[in-house]
């Protein structure tokens, strides 16, 4: 046969070699333009439920699995001992307040006794310089033989008496100052102490607010483990609290992300249901395998290398869960990636 018909046999196997390309081109374009994998989860930033306040459990408002709104009141603290210390607060914030009508009265006083004081200056000071005039004209009278000796002298006594006042006057007016002086200190010093006392209230009443845990965003309570009557402390979980905002991850082998980029659609199917199935899109593709980013990343620099394939997580997001049924995370999906278009 090869020698009887070698051209007739060169075209079949050329025709055969076409027909094997065209058809694995047919192939992956029209009957595999998809990358799909096992290895992927509903994911969600779940987080712990845990008090700032500590004290005993006074309520209880949501029960296991229960789905709340953002806002809604899910557990609260005995309240009492914060109460009492917010009032004690408050008192403080009072008696400061207090301290600076005092030492502004004070204040007020003083400045009317530094008033006074300088008027007394002012009338000692006229009295001085009468008393100086007079001792001097009684000494030149005396020196004449116009007046008295005995006159002279009281007229000296007198200005020695008038000396001593203006100066009694003017420590007066020093005394009233300084007086001043301690009261704008004691003033300040109670401004301060305002100052603590309103921080201590602000203090007191957030401790008093931390007594109600709120659910800052809508989402399921899970894994309940507060009870109405249990002594809990700072920072201790009570419950796990899962919001309603869940994706999937799922970890492709380095080899499929070859055609794979945000924004293409994704088919899913959840293993728990799947008489649901699910339309998304390709959010965002992880710079780097699953392992580089563990806790023991592998060290590949050995002797004994052996390259493996490896699976880079994939976010993607669903357009619409079902409402019908529960999701949460750890749930298995199988996701199907239109990595190219069909025609």
């Given amino acids: 046969m090869l020698r009887r018909h070698p051209l007739w046999i060169l075209f079949g196997l050329l025709a055969v070699a076409a027909i094997c390309i065209a058809g694995y081109f047919v192939w992956l374009i029209y009957f595999h333009p998809y990358e799909s994998t096992d290895d992927a989860f509903v994911e969600a930033r779940s987080f712990a439920i845990a008090t700032k306040a500590a004290g005993y ?3 209880i408002d949501v029960t296991d699995n229960q789905h709340v ?3 809604a009141r899910l557990m609260t603290i005995d309240p009492t001992d914060y109460q009492i210390a917010l009032d004690q ?3 403080q914030v009072e008696s400061a307040r207090a301290a600076i009508e005092s030492a502004e009265a004070q204040i007020a006083a003083a400045g009317a006794a530094i008033d006074e004081a300088r008027a007394q200056q002012t009338s000692a000071a ?3 310089q009468f008393a100086q005039e007079e001792a001097n004209r009684q000494q030149d009278l005396a020196k004449s033989g116009a007046g008295t000796v005995q006159t002279a002298q009281q007229a000296t006594s007198s200005l020695r008496q008038a000396q001593a006042n203006a100066a009694q006057t003017q420590a007066s007016v020093v005394s009233a100052m300084k007086n ?3 009261a704008e200190a004691q003033r300040a010093n109670a401004i301060a102490s305002l100052h603590q006392a309103e921080a201590g209230a602000a203090a007191a009443e957030q401790k008093l607010k931390d007594t109600v845990i709120i659910a800052q965003q809508a989402g399921r309570v899970v894994q309940l483990s507060g009870a109405k009557g249990q002594f809990v402390t700072e920072g201790q979980s009570l419950a796990m609290f899962v919001p309603d905002e ?3 991850v799922a970890n492709f082998k380095e080899t499929q992300l070859t055609d794979m980029r945000p924004g293409q659609a994704v088919a899913l199917s959840i293993d728990a249901y799947p008489d649901h199935p699910l339309t998304g899109k390709v959010e965002s593709i992880q710079p780097g395998s699953g392992t580089a980013f ?10 004994n290398y052996v390259k493996v394939t490896q699976r880079v997580p994939v976010k993607i997001t669903v357009d619409r869960w079902p ?7 750890g749930m298995s999906v199988v996701p199907t990636v239109t990595v190219r278009p069909r025609s």
């Fill in 89 to 91: 607060a408050k008192g």
């Fill in 126 to 128: 006229a009295a001085l």
């Fill in 57 to 59: 459990v006074a309520t």
């Fill in 323 to 329: 409402a019908d049924v529960p999701v949460g995370p």
């Fill in 294 to 303: 563990s806790l023991l990343p592998a060290e590949n620099a050995t002797g």
């Fill in 69 to 71: 709104d953002a806002g």
């Fill in 180 to 182: 001043k002086a301690v």
């Fill in 246 to 248: 869940v994706w999937v």
